[in-house]
């Protein structure tokens, strides 16, 4: 089942949910909705189920306009994050609901229940737990069983809102990986909403990053991690230094290291701001004639395999506010090698950048 949105908008009084949002999402695909609280991924997530109506556009199911269709017609299954299980029913009881409820003539037979219920617990590796209630269960179990609930009407798409939010990061962890394995099984069409964005990188195989209402960028996880379409992904892709400078004719230049910007060749001393990851920073101890920006090691912490290093500028910004917090990873070996120790004076120089010009470059 695809599924195409064609310029949804959506206001709450005078807040704009969704700004003229399209998108394709293809059959059988693992699609991420990533972005931070507030920028509509819930809003769609529950526009595409039939939960809220849009003010303006379509959506088309398999090329048919469902835009107007009941959330009961659309046979889409959801799992939110707080589980929503029936607290009175056993989890035998709880994933055959959707079956059991269905109109009469499309009810299959007690047994025939049974038996799917049966082969949708050993799906979701807990068979064993049929006869047990939701407060007998682990956070992960209890998501299990509401994944499994959701499949048992057979759904054409499978929604998922923030489906792991209210578990610990290891849970977190093991669930899903387990997701891509049964999507893998299943090839459902199914969109998740999530605000991790390890999650969403680890798990999907194509992203949208949502912000204050629109698409930023869609991509497969490796595109969208390497080549960021504005400065909103890169920033919110994992963590990120911010350096500002000015950009001349292919280059831009900080304090004491210019970086190569040749996709801004025409620009001619404009303002610009670069963003580096920690990894992509170079750091050794300071020596006269290094290029790089000098800097203070004001702390460093090292666990397992990680050295990360919080740097600081030696002169404090002229207009009084906090110094810019400078970080670098590199590995716990090489900063071993490297002998510097907290208070040192260091060089840092970016290896990878990019550039962006400011809106009102002047």
Not at 48 to 72: C, K, M, Q, Y
Not at 215 to 223: L, M, R, S, Y
Not at 255 to 270: C, F, L
Request: with cysteine; aromatic share 6%.
């Amino acid at each position: 089942m695809s599924i195409e949105i064609r310029n949804i908008n959506k206001h709450f009084g005078t807040f704009q949910a969704l700004n003229n949002v399209n998108l394709d999402i293809h059959s059988g695909e693992l699609l991420a909705l990533l972005g931070p609280s507030g920028c509509g991924k819930t809003t769609l997530l529950r526009i595409i189920a039939g939960l809220e109506t849009p003010d303006t556009g379509n959506i088309l199911f398999s090329g048919e306009d469902t835009t107007d269709v009941h959330v009961r017609e659309r046979n889409v299954g959801f799992v939110f994050q707080h589980y929503a299980l029936f607290r009175h029913m056993t989890v035998l009881e709880n994933v055959a609901f959707g079956l059991r409820v269905k109109p009469r003539g499309e009810r299959p037979s007690d047994a025939q229940i049974k038996a799917k219920v049966h082969d949708l617990l050993t799906l979701v590796q807990l068979d064993w737990l049929a006869d047990r209630y939701p407060s007998q269960l682990s956070g992960g179990q209890r998501q299990r069983i509401a994944l499994a609930r959701a499949l048992a009407v057979e759904p054409k798409v499978l929604l998922l809102d923030e489906p792991f939010g209210a578990l610990d990061a290891k849970v977190r962890k093991e669930l899903r990986r387990w997701l891509r394995r049964l999507h893998d099984e299943l090839h459902v069409t199914s969109v998740f909403v999530t605000h991790d964005q390890e999650e969403a990188l680890e798990v999907a195989d194509r992203v949208v990053l949502m912000n204050q209402g629109h698409v930023e960028q869609v991509g497969a996880p490796q595109e969208v991690w390497d080549r960021p379409a504005s400065p909103f992904v890169y920033g919110f892709l994992g963590d990120v230094n911010l350096f500002h400078g000015r950009a001349h004719e292919g280059q831009m230049h900080l304090e004491g290291v210019s970086i190569a910007s040749p996709e801004h060749a025409g620009a001619k001393d404009a303002r610009a701001f670069a963003y580096v990851r920690p990894h992509e920073l170079d750091v050794l101890p300071y020596a006269a004639g290094l290029s790089g920006m000098v800097v203070k090691l004001d702390r460093a912490v090292v666990v397992g395999p990680i050295a990360r290093l919080e740097l600081l500028p030696l002169e404090a910004p002229a207009n009084g506010e906090k110094p810019t917090l400078i970080e670098a990873h590199l590995s716990a070996e090489r900063f071993k090698e490297l002998g510097i120790q907290e208070g040192d004076t260091v060089v840092v120089a970016p290896r990878k950048a990019r550039v962006f010009l400011h809106p009102h470059a002047t």
